[in-house]
Every structure is written in structure tokens, then in C-alpha cells.
């Protein structure tokens, strides 16, 4: 397993930050622009007059886009020093701010917040259950959490494979646990959990499945680009739940 068993910190090895934040936002090339960032915001909806909470945020791309649209505040926690400095400077003269804070290590007074948004973090996790409980106790009645974390598929085989996949291979899939991968040229660890795991564990925190959707690419956000579309509609890379408190 890898040495460094918290996300955070993995993004502060040297250029992993960089590199990671311009595959990302890398236009059509990008997974997230084409298939995680488009079934988010069509879950997001309307979130004007609301507090909203981001876990693992990044460089904090989504709190300017909340932000916009008219979100009462907006605190982002992650745990690398290289994130927080990204996001602080991408929010800078706004509303929002972002704080260094483990995922692990988060708790809030009860209503503290009434949207919960965490994108592509929870993998990183090795418990995510007490995350989930803390997340709806700080929540308002009726408050809303939306995560995406990276497919099961993915997470339960490493190919180390260099470049473009053409095949992609599962095994251990009801293993649960954490997976050593090479991946932004380091050495990563996420922790594997099917669909069935995520769904449990969000309704035993309390939460009501309202959403469940696997991302599938949007061909609006290609370009025209017939052949990377067909190759993105292979296999689902990401995967997407979204509950409500009651």
C-alpha cells in the first residue's frame, strides 16, 4: 500500500498538482469535461441562497460556478497544500474561500450547511462511512449531497497501461479495499467499492437515494469529435449518487 494513505497529500508530490489540474481541464480530451462535470451540473440545479460545502474541492473549479449562480457561500476543504493554494487563487476577490482540511478529519455544528458537493475525492477514502454521517448531521432538513467518485470498474484493476486504453480488465470486483495504481506520474491509492457498497453506505448514513447515474459522455461537449465520442461510450468512468437529508 501506498506510504502516503491519505488523497491530499498526493497531490502535493512535485508537479502531480499541475499535471493533474491540466489533464482536467483539458477540453474534449478531458473524461471530466465530456462525462463527470456534465451529469454534475445537471444534478447541481438550482442553488441560489445556499450554503454550500465542497469535500476534496481541488483548485475549487465549482465554487466559482455556485458562486455565480447565486450561492449564499461556499467553503471548500482539501487536504494538499497545492489545492488550497489553487483554489484560494481561483476564488480570490469572491464570496468562497477554501481551507486545508482532511476529509477524514471534517465535522460541523448540525445545519451548518445545505448542499454537500464532492467531485471525484471519496475514492481516495479508506472509511467513508463516518464522512457520510458527518455530512448529514451537518446538513439543514432537506439539504442535499452530490458526489462522484471514479467508476468501480476503474478502481478494481490497474492495467498500467501508458497512453489510450483499447481494453479495460476487472477483477476482484466485490473485494473492497484499497488498489495501488500508477497514475499523474506517482504512485496512488484509491480504495475500491462497488455501485451496491456506495448505495449502502449512503442510506445507512441516513440519506434517501435520489440520483444514481454513471455519467455517460455528452456529445454536445465534443467538438465533432466522432472518434474520441465512440471511445468514451465504451465504459462508464465515473460514477455519480446524489441523497437528501430528511
Known amino acids: 500500500m501506498a506510504e502516503n494513505k491519505r488523497g491530499g497529500s498526493f497531490y502535493d508530490a512535485p508537479q502531480v498538482a499541475e499535471r493533474y489540474l491540466g489533464h482536467r481541464h483539458s477540453g474534449v480530451s478531458s473524461p471530466n469535461h465530456v462525462m463527470e462535470e456534465p ?3 445537471e444534478e447541481l440545479g438550482e442553488v441560489t441562497g445556499l450554503r454550500v460545502l465542497d469535500l476534496g474541492c481541488g483548485d475549487a473549479a465549482i465554487g466559482q460556478v455556485v458562486l455565480d449562480a447565486g450561492c449564499r457561500s461556499y467553503l471548500g476543504l482539501d487536504g494538499s497544500a497545492a489545492m488550497v493554494e489553487a483554489g484560494n487563487s481561483a476564488l480570490y476577490g469572491t464570496a468562497g474561500r477554501v481551507e486545508m482540511v482532511d476529509i477524514e478529519d471534517f465535522s460541523a455544528p448540525p445545519s451548518s450547511f445545505d448542499l454537500i458537493v464532492s467531485r471525484l475525492a471519496f475514492h481516495y477514502v ?3 462511512e463516518p464522512v457520510l454521517a458527518s455530512c448529514h448531521e451537518c446538513l439543514s432538513p432537506g439539504g442535499r449531497i ?3 467518485v471514479v467508476h468501480p470498474i476503474l478502481t478494481s484493476h490497474d492495467p498500467g497501461v501508458q497512453g489510450k486504453r483499447t481494453s479495460w ?3 476482484d470486483y466485490f473485494l473492497q479495499g484499497p488498489r495501488e495504481r ?4 506517482g504512485t496512488v491509492t484509491w480504495f ?3 455501485i451496491e457498497d456506495y448505495v449502502a453506505l449512503l442510506t ?3 440519506f434517501s437515494l435520489t440520483s444514481l447515474s454513471e455519467c455517460a459522455p455528452r456529445e454536445d461537449r465534443f467538438n465533432g469529435d466522432a472518434d474520441e465520442l465512440a471511445r468514451r461510450r465504451r465504459v462508464p468512468l465515473f460514477l455519480l449518487l446524489a441523497g437528501m437529508r430528511a
Open 182 to 185: 500508477q497514475w499523474m506520474g
Open 192 to 194: 475500491h467499492r462497488t
Open 39 to 41: 451529469a454534475f451540473l
Open 169 to 171: 480488465v476487472v477483477d
Open 204 to 206: 445507512k448514513s441516513g
Open 146 to 148: 452530490i458526489f462522484t
Open 126 to 128: 479508506e472509511d467513508i
